[in-house]
């Protein structure tokens, strides 16, 4: 018989296929996800969980689901899902690492290339008809080439962004819990730690995991120390920066410029008052949003829950030796 398992969204295809050629799948296929509470409903005799990051994965919900084996994550992040519970209960928990790095970072890049260039007020100058001449002060922007770029988080994402400054013949500095040697000589980088790092960039990304330590890292406090010309790019995961002062950094000219992937909450309410502000653009999470690099990611997450359902490693696993 094959296992039961459970999957929270639509899937590519030849990921669906794949899976449905080993177990008996049952699918959320609806656009918004399935509650919490009919989740719990549905895991209830699944042997695996194939989830994103809209998903709650909490340990009430893992007891609900006395037979399940596998937690396959379809996302690099996973701070949806109480990893220490899953370890507890003997749980691999996989995701998604690598396959989404390069697409991530051109998006981090579109961000920082479109809040630089003031690309989201252009369209939208053309489209209310105010674009009646050219002129010589017209939606002046900041200069990309050769200034500093500062990454937070220096981790296969960050090292893809610091990659790609060189085109750019930027500066790149990048503060991290940990020195990153190989970085440092491979790409050129310099280590700062987080406060001169802020106050010395033009332009700081963001690239951390949501954790107790990163939460709200970008607050009133640091926000202060960057620059009055600096932008600020998130594409790791919203609440790393503190909304409300990130608002008051914003309009009261503290900070130049803000580009979000990611927003705290998430979907971000479209009356939000940072949407209110011309200086910050937010897009609704797609930084890792390419047909191959989703379709890759598929891919990863099923192979990783059919490891765990024939109770193998994952082959991405984030609790290893569970
Ligand atoms: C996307 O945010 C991911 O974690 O994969």
New binding site residues.
């Given amino acids: 018989m094959k296992p039961k398992i459970y999957v929270t969204r639509h899937l590519p295809e030849v990921a669906f296929d794949k899976l449905a050629a080993h177990c008996e799948v049952e699918i959320w296929d609806e656009e918004f996800p399935p509650s919490y509470e009919v989740l719990t409903e549905k895991i209830r005799d699944k042997e695996g969980l194939l989830c994103l ?1 809209t998903d709650r994965i909490d340990p009430q919900l893992m007891d609900a689901a006395p037979n399940l084996k596998v937690i396959s994550q379809c ?3 996973f701070d949806n899902i109480d990893i220490a519970a899953a370890t507890e209960r003997g749980l691999p928990v996989g995701n ?1 690492p690598g396959v ?1 790095t390069d697409a991530t970072a051109d998006f981090a890049w579109s961000l920082l290339m479109s809040a630089a260039r003031r690309v989201g007020e252009g369209i939208e100058y053309v489209k209310t008809g105010q674009w009646h001449t050219w002129g010589l002060t017209l939606l002046l922007g900041a200069e990309v080439y050769g200034a500093t770029l500062g990454i937070i988080g220096m981790g296969r994402i960050g090292q893809a962004v610091a990659q790609r400054a060189s085109g750019f013949n930027m500066k790149v500095l990048y503060s991290d819990a940990f020195r990153q040697p190989e970085a440092e000589a491979n790409l050129g980088v310099e280590y700062r730690n987080l406060d001169d790092l802020l106050a010395e960039s033009d332009f700081v990304s963001l690239h951390v995991n949501l954790t107790e330590e990163t939460r709200g890292l970008m607050n009133a406090r640091t926000m202060a120390l960057m620059k009055a010309s600096a932008i600020l790019i998130n594409t790791s995961r919203g609440p790393v920066i503190d909304p409300d002062d990130l608002y008051d950094a914003l309009s009261s000219g503290e900070i130049a410029y803000a580009a979000l992937d990611v927003t705290d909450p998430e979907p971000i309410p479209a009356d939000h008052k940072l949407l209110s502000l011309p200086n910050c653009i937010i897009v609704p ?1 797609i ?2 949003a390419t047909i191959s690099t989703r379709t890759k990611m598929a891919m990863m997450a099923v192979d990783n829950l059919l490891a765990g359902l024939e109770g193998k490693p994952l082959p991405n696993q984030v609790n290893p030796g569970v």
């Fill in positions: 990051l996302a690099v992040g998604t989404l999470h930084a890792s």
